[in-house]
T-cell receptor
Framework: KNEVEQSPQNLTAQEGEFITINCSYS?????LHWLQQHPGGGIVSLFM???GKKKHGRLIATINIQEKHSSLHITASHPRDSAVYIC??????????FGTGTRLTIIP | DSGVTQTPKHLITATGQRVTLRCSPR?????VYWYQQSLDQGLQFLIQ???????AKGNILERFSAQQFPDLHSELNLRSLELGDSALYFC?????????????FGPGTRLLVL
């Protein structure tokens, strides 16, 4: 069964802290997406990865194909980073399968 | 603003009714995806259309159907609604269909079935 697991489920941190959110999957994938869902419900695509590392501003996403694991890092976290972060993977040519999300709260 | 529009934003209806959700993709995007997000199931893929043709099917109930029109907008039709159909319905669009492309999400339609 193709599965996606995220950890932690909930994360609370102080403003300025370095944040790491993890995503593990069960079998080989063709692509992995990181999404951000704002408190109002809107979803923004942050990264699409198939290998290596990508950086955008204070956000960094990495993927280790051999270990079937990806991480999303946020440097110098800010209260506006508070959101649910969702990992989604594509197994081969199949549909996207979503993790259950990590609810991040950054306290000023 | 992702460039993907969805209407209506909110919809309240009764069990047994039918509703139509509408999605307009970003200019130039040929693929439209429909997703359902409920409190107990999280985000689930329903169906994908590419340039008017059904491309992939996920966990879409038989009571649900979709289509993509020649102008590339898409509609998701939900009939014989049940309480459990209450959810956020998102559409997303992308240029192609490889699955390795960024998907741009619309703001969602919040459906409440009473």
């Amino acid at each position: 069964k193709n599965e996606v697991e995220q950890s932690p489920q909930n994360l609370t941190a102080q403003e300025g802290e370095f944040i790491t959110i993890n995503c593990s999957y069960s079998v080989g994938i063709s692509a992995l997406h990181w999404l951000q869902q704002h408190p109002g419900g809107g979803i923004v695509s942050l990264f699409m990865l198939s290998s290596g590392k990508k950086k955008h501003g204070r956000l960094i996403a990495t993927i280790n194909i051999q270990e079937k694991h990806s991480s999303l890092h946020i440097t110098a976290s800010h209260p506006r980073d508070s959101a649910v972060y969702i990992c989604a993977v594509r197994f081969g040519n199949e549909k996207l399968t979503f993790g259950t999300g990590t609810r991040l709260t950054i306290i000023p | 603003d992702s460039g993907v529009t969805q209407t209506p934003k909110h919809l309240i209806t009764a069990t047994g009714q039918r509703v139509t959700l509408r999605c307009s993709p970003r200019s130039g995007d040929l693929s439209v995806y429909w997703y359902q997000q409920s409190l107990d199931q999280g985000l689930q893929f329903l169906i994908q259309y590419y340039n008017g043709e059904e491309r992939a099917k996920g966990n879409i109930l038989e009571r649900f159907s979709a289509q993509q029109f020649p102008d590339l907008h898409s509609e998701l039709n939900l009939r014989s609604l049940e309480l459990g159909d209450s959810a956020l319905y998102f559409c997303a669009s992308s240029v192609g269909t490889s699955g390795g492309e960024t998907q741009y999400f619309g703001p969602g339609t919040r459906l409440l079935v009473l």
